[in-house]
């Protein structure tokens, strides 16, 4: 007879547990998910014949390298929106971003998109975003800076900084990435510029 109850207690608490947990995931938020997008250059496509570009590695802080969208609502701090994700690690998103907005300011030919056979002559571009700083109130502030390196030897033919900024039009994570979008636009103009010129 004990026995019977004590099988009796144990489904129904088993039973209980499901319920709680099956109840917990029906009102759990759902995931959003953003990405970057192309943004048009802002000065006329490069022109004159320059050596071919590859972009070798991009480095962004090792906190933002995530799925996760993370913010920072005041110095020294992070929040991090569980349901608010990149569709990839950010340092994925903003390679690819950066590679297309490139694409449409080199001319044609001259840039050599990651992880592809290079002809030679071709120059490395490594590009690291130092900080990027997030808040609702002030925008988006990109810190970043770039180095093209020509090869056999190395060396480094520039290197480059810029601080960008752009204001955020909403508060959520979609108003966020279309902001870094234009941010990341208005850095490759200014790395298409700066090679260009080399």
Same mark, same amino acid.
């Given at each position: 007879?004990?026995?019977?109850?004590?099988?009796?207690?144990?489904?129904?608490?088993?039973?209980?547990?499901?319920?709680?947990?099956?109840?917990?995931?029906?009102?759990?938020?759902?995931?959003?998910?953003?990405?970057?997008?192309?943004?048009?250059?802002?000065?006329?496509?490069?022109?004159?014949?320059?050596?071919?570009?590859?972009?070798?590695?991009?480095?962004?802080?090792?906190?933002?390298?995530?799925?996760?969208?993370?913010?920072?609502?005041?110095?020294?701090?992070?929040?991090?929106?569980?349901?608010?994700?990149?569709?990839?690690?950010?340092?994925?998103?903003?390679?690819?971003?950066?590679?297309?907005?490139?694409?449409?300011? %080199?001319?044609?030919?001259?840039?050599?998109?990651?992880? %592809?056979?290079?002809?030679?002559?071709?120059?490395?571009?490594?590009?690291?975003?130092?900080?990027?700083?997030?808040?609702?109130?002030?925008?988006?502030? %990109?810190?970043?800076?770039?180095? %093209?390196?020509?090869?056999?030897?190395?060396?480094?033919?520039?290197?480059?900084?810029?601080?960008?900024?752009?204001?955020?039009?909403?508060?959520?994570?979609?108003?966020?990435?279309?902001?870094?979008?234009?941010?990341?636009?208005?850095?490759?103009?200014?790395?298409?510029?700066?090679?260009?010129?080399?």
């Amino acid at each position: 007879m004990k026995c019977r109850d004590g099988r009796r207690a144990t489904t129904a608490l088993t039973a209980l547990a499901v319920a709680i947990l099956l109840h917990g995931c029906a009102h759990s938020p759902a995931t959003h998910y953003v990405t970057l997008s192309s943004v048009p250059a802002r000065a006329p496509l490069a022109a004159a014949p320059i050596a071919p570009v590859q972009l070798t590695a991009l480095h962004i802080p090792a906190e933002l390298d995530r799925p996760e969208v993370v913010t920072e609502p005041a110095p020294n701090q992070l929040a991090i929106a569980e349901d608010e994700r990149w569709g990839a690690p950010l340092a994925q998103v903003m390679r690819l971003a950066l590679v297309r907005d490139l694409m449409t300011r %080199l001319p044609d030919g001259t840039f050599v998109p990651p992880d %592809l056979p290079a002809p030679a002559g071709t120059r490395a571009l490594v590009v690291t975003v130092i900080d990027v700083e997030s808040r609702e109130t002030e925008g988006i502030t %990109l810190h970043a800076a770039w180095t %093209l390196v020509a090869r056999h030897p190395d060396h480094v033919v520039l290197i480059e900084h810029a601080a960008l900024q752009a204001p955020i039009a909403g508060t959520d994570s979609a108003a966020q990435a279309a902001a870094l979008s234009e941010i990341l636009g208005e850095l490759a103009d200014r790395m298409a510029a700066s090679i260009s010129a080399r």
